[in-house]
């Protein structure tokens, strides 16, 4: 079956753009998340999505980053006014929530940002 | 509030030879540990995880990591390694099972012929 898809898989901003990197969850997984991976960093997590709920979102580093989840499938990371310090990949993944010994993530490839 | 270490950088092995990436965690609540394996423009994928059934966990591609409460460790192995296994290999570890996971900053594995 299809997994995580994000798209678009690259993408270059000028300092200042506005950028939106979307994410397509697993069909029916009911649990979203966005980490953003440094280079030569492992990923750190954004932002937690339970259906159309935002629970977490502590790991949002500026104000200039938004989240949502308005139908509780597809999600959008926003973040305006972009910086050299948001490049990185941003990777998003999704869980069923429900056994919860069956609890795993699945990681879609990421959206590599580039901000010059 | 919980963390992982993953010592060494970079390790690299011999086509055949024993692979041994290093994990160690710090979690004020019993651990969910796992262990996640990325290869290059792709996802993470997830190679096995420990939910406190058992303390060694087998998981795919013949990968296997054990979980020493003592050591507060969860290393991973496998007796023989592929060319195919060179990657970049992440720790994580999450308080609940379904909740934010906490990344180590990764091991890239190399594997010469």
């Known amino acids: 079956g299809a997994g995580v898809s994000q798209s678009p898989r690259y993408k270059v901003a000028k300092r200042g753009q506005d950028v939106a990197l979307r994410c397509d969850p697993i069909?029916?997984?009911?649990?979203l998340f966005w980490y953003q991976q440094a280079l030569g960093q492992g990923p750190e997590f954004l932002t937690y999505?339970?259906?159309?709920?935002?629970?977490?979102k502590s790991g949002l580093p500026s104000d200039r980053f938004f989240a949502e989840r308005p139908e509780g499938s597809v999600s959008t990371l926003k973040i305006q006014r972009t910086q050299q310090e948001d490049s990185a990949v941003y990777l998003c993944?999704?869980?069923?929530?429900?056994?919860?010994?069956?609890?795993?993530?699945?990681f879609g490839p990421g959206t590599r940002l580039l901000v010059l | 509030a919980q963390s992982v270490t993953q010592l060494g950088s970079h390790v690299s092995v011999s086509e055949g030879a024993l692979v041994l990436l290093r994990c160690n965690y710090s979690?004020?609540?019993?651990?969910?540990l796992f262990w996640y394996v990325q290869y290059p423009n792709q996802g993470l994928q997830l190679l096995l995880k420990?939910?406190?059934?058992?303390?060694l966990v087998k998981g795919i591609n013949g990968f296997e990591a054990e979980f020493k409460k003592s050591e507060t460790s969860f290393h991973l192995t496998k007796p023989s390694a592929h060319m195919r296994d060179a990657a970049e290999y992440f720790c994580?570890?999450?308080?609940?099972?379904?909740?934010?996971?906490?990344f180590g900053e990764g091991t890239q594995l190399t594997v010469n012929p």
């Open positions: 999505f339970q259906n159309e709920a935002q629970l977490d």
């Open positions: 069909s029916g997984h009911v649990s």
């Open positions: 979690s004020s609540v019993p651990p969910y």
């Open positions: 994580a570890v999450s308080l609940t099972l379904g909740s934010r996971l906490t």
């Open positions: 420990y939910t406190s059934a058992a303390t």
């Open positions: 993944a999704s869980s069923q929530d429900r056994e919860w010994y069956q609890e795993t993530q699945y």
